[in-house]
């Protein structure tokens, strides 16, 4: 790392982190520079947006508690803010996100399938399919079949070809 910046260039840096968090461009960023006197160019503006990123992704690897703390306190003062207009609507929805947040909710159990449903999971991305039993159970009289046929082909020293599907 570098020297720290000067307090000027890090008051610019804070500025520049809050205007991106508040979803502007860079034009407006340089707008916002221009009208602010600052006499930078473009490069150097990109540079202070890059400091500002790398300031945003650090305050975001900051510890689970610290950010559920954060979180939950930002909750509190919408909560607040909606109850102070009498918005009680946006103030249920608040405070059930809250619940959510803390896990007060019981968690939403799926459906047990039909007893005739069995489900396979695949290996690497997983991949879940969902297959009815007689289907399984077509499968695996054909595997069971393709296997008696190996056996057979290798007993007779002949040889058999496997095509996979979607080859």
Not at 40 to 56: E, F, W
Not at 88 to 100: G, N, P
Request: net charge neutral; glycine share 6%; aromatic share 4%.
């Amino acid at each position: 790392m570098g020297p720290a910046p000067s307090p000027i260039v890090a008051a610019r840096i804070a500025e520049v982190m809050q205007l991106l968090l508040d979803g502007n461009s860079f034009h407006d960023l340089k707008r916002h520079a221009d009208d602010r006197g600052w006499k930078i160019g473009a490069k150097q503006l990109r540079r202070y947006m890059t400091a500002a990123n790398k300031a945003i992704v650090s305050e975001q690897q900051t510890d689970r508690k610290g950010t559920l703390a954060r979180h939950l306190a930002q909750r509190r003062m919408l909560y607040a803010r909606a109850l102070g207009m009498n918005d009680v609507r946006t103030a249920l929805k608040v405070l059930q996100d809250e619940a959510r947040l803390l896990g007060l909710y019981p968690k939403e159990v799926p459906d047990d399938p039909p007893a005739s449903t069995v489900v396979v999971q695949t290996m690497g991305p997983t991949q879940v399919t969902t297959y009815q039993s007689d289907d399984l159970i077509r499968m695996l009289a054909l595997s069971q079949e393709m296997e008696e046929i190996k056996r057979r082909a290798e007993l007779t020293d002949q040889s058999v070809e496997v095509i996979e599907p979607g080859e």
